[in-house]
């Protein structure tokens, strides 16, 4: 706490801004809440220009590990 106020982001979007932004913070020492609002039911995941390179694998693909965002 800061001169008495507590220290939250909110960071509305849950999708890969979002999540990247999340990360970042915490990367960079924040250590005040972090609060990401969104509709996904699932963490974050790279979401790439539709190919017919990715058609071979998956094509989501996790930003981080689905438990980074909850601790």
Do not use: C, N
Not at 23 to 30: C, D, E, S
Not at 48 to 56: A, G, I
């Amino acid at each position: 706490m800061t001169g008495g106020r507590a220290r939250v982001v909110v960071i509305a979007g849950a999708g890969h801004a979002g999540g990247t932004f999340a990360a970042l913070l915490r990367q960079a020492g924040f250590a005040g809440e972090v609060l990401v609002l969104g509709d996904e039911p699932d963490p974050p995941y790279h979401r790439p220009p539709l190919s017919k390179e990715f058609l071979d694998g998956p094509i989501e693909k996790w930003l981080r590990e689905p438990g980074f965002y909850a601790a």
